[in-house]
């Protein structure tokens, strides 16, 4: 009897599970880096409704510099096109000179923030524990964190991959809660991808997908990590989003260079 129950909850937990993870939204969330003035984006936001469908399976989101955050919400909330920054600061507000923080963000439109992008982390020396304030701020503001990890070339020859992926995971989330991991984005972006033109195989971002969720599992719980998107980024085009959509632990994309043009990036929302 109490086995027959025990066996019954763990049936009911393993369904919940596979429905979880079979409701886990695709995301399609292009990146502009430091691309377009307010002119350029207002020309793409008048061409890119041409190439859009009513209906997009995935959310879309675009990363845009900050002078355009405000301008792009209002030509792409319309099109179900969500706005967001590609940083932030970890401060509400004070003497930080050049620096925008997340209140600022929102209010401008902003939805979601990208956090410790590899090009933070190299040319402008972010570690995870400042990916880590940020995230804790942006957290607490309520703005979406997509959480950028990823490996160089060199730790991957050296056979580093796990290692560097789990201290950026463990110390960048640091000691947030299951329920604040939830509400949390991953973006695992190999830095030898990054705009290279040659993408990671569907199967090899399968494989380091599958370990990332693996490491959230032991950390945050079999729940909290089936409910983690984890995205992959790097050379990501029309060409190749479909494979790499395929795959299980793959729920989105992060985009680049591809996102820039208007066309393509509808060939990719429509992968
Ligand atoms: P890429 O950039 O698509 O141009 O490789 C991806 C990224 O840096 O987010």
Known sequence: MLLNSKLGYYALFLSIKFAISHMRKKWIVGNWKMHKTPAEAKAYFEVLPVFLQKNMKARV???????????????????????????????????????????????????????????????????DASVHRKLKRA???????????G?????????????????????????????????????YEPVWAIGT????????????????????????????ASQIPILYGGSVKPENVRDLMQEEDIDGVLVGGASLDAESFAKIIYY
């Open 151 to 187: 490996e160089t070339q060199e730790e991957r020859n050296l056979g580093l991959t796990q290692r560097v992926l789990l201290r950026q995971i463990e110390e960048g989330f640091g000691d947030i809660s299951s329920e604040e991991a939830s509400k949390v984005i991953l973006a």
């Open 61 to 127: 989101l675009i990363a845009v510099p900050f002078p355009i955050l405000l301008p792009a919400f209002q030509m792409a909330n319309h099109l179900g096109i969500e706005i967001g920054a590609q940083n932030m600061h970890e401060m509400p507000s004070g003497a930080f000179t050049g620096e925008v923080s997340c209140e600022m963000i929102q209010d401008c439109g902003g939805s979601f923030v990208l956090l410790g992008h590899s090009e933070r982390r190299q040319l402008f020396q972010e570690s």
């Open 197 to 224: 033109g040659s993408s990671a195989t569907p199967d090899m971002a399968q494989e380091v997908h599958s370990m990332c969720r693996q490491m959230l599992k032991s950390r945050w719980g079999d729940l909290t």
């Open 139 to 149: 957290l607490s503001c309520g703005l979406q964190p997509i959480v950028c990890i």
